[in-house]
């Protein structure tokens, strides 16, 4: 039972690139989320999808897009990236009678 | 949600209780209170969550004040491995985007 796993775990990437972070979680969880982590602060949520093939937005969702491909994945994909979404990005899921949210380890983005 | 306040950071001495408060006086009647940890560059961990009575695990203690405006969460022997950012968080259900604020940063030293 791995839990939460995201893919990759590094990556840099260059002003006006793209690219998907991957999200998937063992635990049959109806509920997923995409959060980003700026340097000493708490955690911001962006998008959050309730159930496979719904999505809604969070408080910080510009510049970003999701898919839930299926129950098990959610991904994140910056379509131009900017510097200012340098960050560390956790999904997040959920499931249970208390719907506890159970996070992956993050992925370190560095935009230059 | 309501808003909660919590001490910047504390220290604690390893194998001793560390007792973590937090203020939470405008939280609502259908609210629960939620702890989290973060240790260093991880993914924050769920801890322990509590309505009105105290709640126990096997990882830590929540005592709720009897009018719900704030509460604490014990670590009854804390150890190297519980130095983490510890985020008191007040939600309707965790199923809903929680919110995260600056935490406690709870340093433990031998």
């Known amino acids: 039972n791995a839990g939460v796993t995201q893919t990759p775990k590094f990556q840099v990437l260059k002003t006006g690139q793209s690219m998907t972070l991957q999200c998937a979680q063992d635990?049959?969880?109806?509920?997923m989320y995409w959060y980003r982590q700026d340097p000493g602060m708490g955690l911001r949520l962006i998008y959050y999808?309730?159930?496979?093939?719904?999505?809604d937005k969070g408080e910080v969702p510009n510049g970003y897009n999701v898919s839930r491909l299926n129950k098990r994945e959610f991904s994140l994909r910056l379509e131009s990236a900017a510097p200012s979404q340098t960050s560390v990005y956790f999904c997040?899921?959920?499931?249970?009678?208390?719907?506890?949210?159970?996070f992956g380890p993050g992925t370190r983005l560095l935009v230059l | 949600d309501a808003k909660t306040t919590q001490p910047p950071s504390m220290d604690c001495a390893e194998g001793r209780a560390a007792n973590l408060p937090c203020n939470h006086s405008t939280i609502s009647g259908n609210e629960y209170v939620y702890w989290y940890r973060q240790i260093h560059s991880q993914g924050p961990q769920y801890i322990i969550h509590g309505l009105k009575n105290n709640e126990t695990n096997e990882m830590a203690s929540l005592i709720i004040t009897e009018d719900r405006k704030s509460s604490t969460l014990i670590l009854p022997h804390a150890t190297l491995r519980d130095t983490a950012v510890y985020y008191c968080i007040v939600t309707i259900q965790a199923g809903t985007a929680l919110i995260f604020g600056k935490g406690t940063t709870l340093s433990v030293s031998s």
């Open positions: 635990m049959n969880h109806n509920s």
């Open positions: 997040a899921s959920s499931g249970g009678v208390w719907e506890t949210q159970y």
């Open positions: 999808s309730a159930s496979e093939g719904t999505t």
